[in-house]
Structure formats: structure tokens, C-alpha cells
């Protein structure tokens, strides 16, 4: 896969101008309608697709996920073979022969080869309109005749090659951001991370229903855990999110979270030819009847973890190479071997709560994941970052969720000048965050306190570096605070999902700057970890002076070399674990580091903990 984008020029961001609302739209190759039945269940009571599209039996199911009764309307993306659906319910009062309630779902598949979601999203607005009026009398099937005959698809799907990645922001043009002292030169590589300042081009917008309007409300919701979340992700890991309906928002994580771990195009030539796909692969939302797809998908992982080294020179199939998706379906937590990582949303009322509730991130044995001190300091930086350019006040509608939404009061002017976090600043300090970090370890509070000692109490060094490497995250990053007349397209919230309103959003300010902003920023996290990574291996491997070293670390019986290496071990110093901007003192950070260089570069490294020594003595 590395090989086959070699010589490949960065892509921009390919997204809609100020044109008609309608156009662009992908073509359909399904349209369908489904009602409840009060003895039969769910129902295809209209449907219209190409040959060899699977509705049956799928659909019934994958529109409709479990739970769906206790909301009034919402929206479900899925999966299905090599297609996306997108589904619009609606749930209306009825009379009691009716068990007091009128359901029925309007959706579409479209091919994958037009994207994540075959940008499925651009026909949400007309959805729900059809939707609308089809509670009212399902036999007025005509809106669905005429719609499949403007939008149905002619002729064959293009390849998805050809699709590239111009459905989601993930399509970054890429520049350079710093350069690191001490790295080798010797490769010619180039190292880049996406470029901020060049997201969206002037006049082109984000899609009024595009997932990614909930990259903010995904930051919001997990604080420090996005960064132990984007590890997971970017280490192709089987994540399962749980939550109550509606779906749409949950739905709308996967799609971020995917694009979050991308790796960029920039860094993408640095990696074996044996490195996991380019993306974690999102299957949205998935119920009871999806468990023989993710029974097969762990088959495929067994299947290529037992045979190393086998089909090398050819890219690696998403299949088998980990995945994501939310459900409502409990019963799939229990089934704890077919994923890696279980995710449980808090429930909707728990945002009325006096203290702070996280999703809880936890393995299948139920060891719960935590965000690294380092993380919560990041974490505060980004927000801070984020902060010096909101919106303008939020509707009346979403003040429900004002006092804790990302997008904080502006700093002073003297504060937004530079990008380093300020510190002593209240209102930096997140609430209730004590069970999600892990608690500072002795080492590392004794090794603050005998910098300080060392140093005569001055404030210098580690957290000077640490501030100017998150500033160089956020450099290029600047964004323009809005006029007051326009404002971003409001949140959708999770208890109702609000109509944009026709045609888009009129008066309002589709760039989505902070949007680009926070895809850009995790982008140079990933490019900051696998550069710095690529540049061990390359001075491993062209570094005479470490012969020895190396033979030292190879030797020794306990150690048994894995069939996937591609070369010697490598050795990755605390000072390499700070520039790759995680924490010296988190195991679980040395272990990513392992883990990270085995999958992208086939190599066994050896993580360096920070220590103090004093006449030769380590103390700590």
C-alpha cells in the first residue's frame, strides 16, 4: 500500500462550492421504506435498487437498531457489503391499535466507492422531508417513485481507487511544521503534517449533515480520552462504542474517529509494506444480526497473524485489520473476543448531572483505559487553542449544553498572541477528571522535585520544551473569529436531532475552520509519532556506530525474534518518547510505542524510562 502512493502528489480537500443545494448528490443504487407492523416487526413496505442489491433481510435491521422507539426521529448510517445506508426515522403518535405509535424509516444505499459513507449524508435533508410526510399515509409512495428516478444510479460504480479520500476532511494538502534537531538527513524523506491554514479553499463548504460537524462535541465528550482513543485507533484496534438512541451522534464519532487515526499521506511512504491500512475502517452502526461480521472479520485477523510475512508486497485488506462502530445492542459487549476496545457512552440524562460523567474505556477483561498526565496537559493546550476563536453565542437551542461546550470565552488580546498555554488560568481546569488520568507515579513526582531542587526552583526545561512542542501542533492553525452575522450550523444534539433547515444552512458559516482544525491537529500527532519513529529505524539501520548496541539487544535467549520484523530492534530514548510528544513515565505509552513500531515498521523496540542519577546512583 506504502509503495502504490509513492510518487503521489498531496491532495486538497474536495468539497461542494456555493452551488444548488441538490447537486452532487451520489447516485442510489437502493431507496427504500420501512414501517412497524404490530405483528410482523419491521417491514419493507416499498423499496426500489439495482440488480444484486441485498435489501431482505439487511436492511430491516441495520436502519432500524434497537431502542429506536423511545426518540422521536433520528438519523443511521450503516454498512452493508459495498454500499453505505442512511436511514431516517420517525416515530409518531398513533392510536391504540397502533400501540399508540407510528414508526417508519426512509433510506438509501449508495456505493462505497464514493467514500466512508458514500457521502450518503447530502440526501439527510430530503430524507427526512419524505419521511415527514410519509407518517401521515404511507401509501403516498410517489415522492419515493419520482425521488429513485432523479437520483437511481446508471451504469457501474467507479472503482474506489478513483475515490481516494475526497469524502472526508482527511483530504489534506501538507507542508512542513518544524523541523527536529538531531534528525537525520540522510533520506531525503519529507516530513510534513497537514497544513491548517490550507484546509478549505475560499468558497468551498462542509455539507450541513456531514459527520464531521461533531468533531467539536466528540472533544467535549471525551476530553483527555480522545488521545488514549486515537492511540487505540491508530493501532487498527476492534473499538466498540455502546449507547442509548439516537444513534446519529454515535454514528457521527465512528466517522470522526476514523478520520482522526488516518495516516497522512505525508508519512505514508515512511512505512513497511506489512503497516495497517490507511484508515481504521468504520462500520457505523451494527446490531445482534452483524456478530457473523464480526465473527469473520476476527477469522481474517487470526488467519493473517498465523501466517507472517505472507503476501508482504501487496497492500493489507481493511478486512481482519480492525474496525469501529456503535451499537445499542448490549448483548454485543458480552461477546468480549470479537473486539479490542469497548467504549460506553453515558447515558442522555447524565449531561443534567451536577459532576462530569466520560464514556468509560475499557478492555475485554475489563481493565479500564486512562488518559497519561501528559494527555490532560495536551488536552488543556488543544482546548485552550481551540478556544481563542469561537462562534458567536449559541442559539437558544443548544444553550442546553453552553456552559460545558468546547468553545470557550476568548483570552485577553495579550493572551492569543502566542500559542503556548498560559498557565494559572481557571477556567482551563477540567472537572471530575481524577478517574480518567492516571495519577502522577512516584518516579515521576521525584524527578519533579529534584529538577526543581537542581534548577533553584526556576520553572524551566521539560515543561518549556513540552509547551513549545504543543505549540508547534497548534502553529498555522490561526482561525479568523466569524462575523457577527454569520454563526457555525447548530450542534446536533443528542437528545433531538434538529433539521439544518432547506437547502443547507442560509446565513450560516459552513467553513468549518475549527472542524479542519482539530482533523489537522490530530493529523501532525500521527505524523509527529511515526516520523520521529521512522527516524530511529533509519539510524538504526545506517548508524555504524550502533552495531554493538544492537547486537546487545538481540542476544539472549529469552527474546524470540517475530517472522514479521524487517530488521534489528531499535532503542527509543525518553528524550525520543518526549518528541513524539508522549509520556516517559506512562507504561502504557512505552507499550504503544512497542506496539506501533511492530505494526508500521516490523521492528522490536526497546522504550527508555526517564531516571535520575546522582554519583552514579539512579534514585529514581
Known sequence: MAA???GQGPLNINLPNGGPPNADLPPLSALFLIYFDIKAGYTIGWKRSLPAVELEGVVEYKSLPSGLHTVKEDLIYFVHDNH???????????????????????????????????????????????????IIDTAQTEILEKYWEEHKAHGPSPPPETDSLLDS?????????????????????NRSASDGTALLPPGHTLSPYHPAWSLPRLLQAFGPLIFPLHRAALLRKRILITAHAPVQETCDFVYDISVLSNIPLAVSDLLASTAPP?????LFSIGVHDIPLLEEDLRLSKAAASTPGSDAS???????????ACTTDSILAMKSTLYDVLITMPPLYSEDANEKVWPKIESPQGIEMKATQRDLRRYQTLRWGLSRHVSPPPSPADRRRSSSELAEPELPRAASSSTSLPRD??????????????????SALAYSGFMWWASAGEERGDSEEEADADAALLSGLALSPPSPSASRPRSRSAISVAS?????????????????????YFHRLTTQILSTLSDIVDATDS??????????????????????ETGPAVHVSSEDVVRMGLDVWSATDHQFIQEVAKEYFGRRAHVEGRNVDVCGIRIC
Not at 115 to 127: F, N, T, V
Request: aromatic share 4%.
Open 314 to 324: 501487496e497492500p493489507r485488506d481493511e478486512s481482519g485489520c480492525g474496525w469501529i
Open 500 to 520: 439544518k433547515g432547506k437547502g443547507g444552512a442560509t446565513g450560516e458559516d459552513l467553513s468549518a475552520k475549527q472542524e479542519m482544525a482539530i482533523i489537522a
Open 543 to 564: 548508524d555504524d556506530e550502533r552495531e554493538d548496541e544492537q547486537a546487545n539487544l538481540n542476544q539472549g535467549g529469552a527474546e524470540e525474534v517475530d517472522e514479521n
Open 425 to 442: 488560568i481557571p477556567m482551563l481546569d477540567l472537572p471530575d477528571t481524577d478517574h480518567i488520568v492516571e495519577p502522577s507515579s512516584w
Open 169 to 189: 476532511p482527511s483530504s489534506l494538502k501538507f507542508k512542513p511544521v518544524r523541523e527536529i534537531p538531531g534528525k537525520p538527513k540522510g533520506h531525503g524523506r
Open 84 to 134: 453505505a445506508g442512511l436511514s431516517a426515522f420517525i416515530n409518531a403518535p398513533a392510536a391504540e391499535e397502533s400501540r399508540n405509535a407510528r414508526m417508519i424509516a426512509v433510506g438509501i444505499m449508495v456505493p462505497l466507492s464514493y467514500g466512508r459513507l458514500g457521502r450518503s449524508w447530502k440526501h439527510a435533508e430530503q430524507l427526512k422531508e419524505m419521511a415527514s410526510e410519509l
Open 4 to 6: 502504490a502512493r509513492r
Open 278 to 282: 490507511q484508515r481504521l475502517r468504520p
